[in-house]
């Protein structure tokens, strides 16, 4: 694709933002509870791509304020069946089911975090909520344990939901948004 052809999209602390927070979550679920110490480090790292990302939400580029993507549940499902009927309008930024996607996400996401310091905390007596958390019996062990553990599999689906979504409004769109997010670049007009 031409450069002349395309406009700038994704900023270039959205795009290291998403491929971080890929392997951050990649890590963290992969390693579990084999290489405690990794797995915790991935967590924070999380935690903490989720936060940038919340100011970069508000603060940030054009494309990457969730004034450009949130969009009511209304428009979400209005969007999700034009996507059904072919119809679907092409969107610079995220689309509404991408835009909401991205929320369900960070929101996911931040809980798994929260749940994994939980975790931390009333089984190792370590990391930041170990003073509040510590002294929590068995039961809330198990509870947060399982919270951690079913969040993160629900993060898993949502990202195959995800994926399946770029790869539909892509074919739809008839552009490559993987190499938009490693880019930035997206083609400046509707195809004719």
């Known amino acids: 694709m031409p450069e002349q052809n395309t406009i700038a999209v994704w900023d270039p602390l959205i795009r290291l933002f998403h491929w971080s927070l890929v392997a951050a979550f990649l890590v963290a679920y992969l390693t579990e509870d084999d290489l405690m110490t990794l797995h915790v480090w991935a967590g924070y790292t999380v935690l903490g791509l989720i936060g940038f990302r919340l100011l970069w939400g508000i603060v940030g580029t054009r494309h990457a304020r969730f004034t450009d993507f949130v969009r009511s549940p209304s428009v979400v499902l209005a969007y999700l069946r ?12 995220h689309n509404p ?8 996400l960070l929101v996911t996401l931040l809980l798994i975090g929260l749940t994994g310091l939980g975790v931390y905390a009333v089984e190792e007596h370590a990391g930041p909520l170990a003073g509040m958390l510590g002294g929590l019996g068995h039961d ?14 629900l993060a898993v689906v949502l990202i195959v939901l995800h994926v399946a979504g770029v790869v539909l409004a892509g074919r739809q769109h008839g ?5 938009a997010m490693i880019n930035g670049r997206k083609r400046a007009a509707e195809r004719r």
């Open 82 to 93: 034009d996507i059904a009927a072919q119809r679907a309008k092409r969107h610079l930024g």
């Open 97 to 104: 089911a991408g835009g909401a996607m991205v929320i369900v």
């Open 140 to 153: 809330a062990e198990e509870f947060l344990e399982e919270a951690h553990e079913w969040l993160a599999n």
């Open 175 to 179: 552009e490559n948004l993987v190499r």
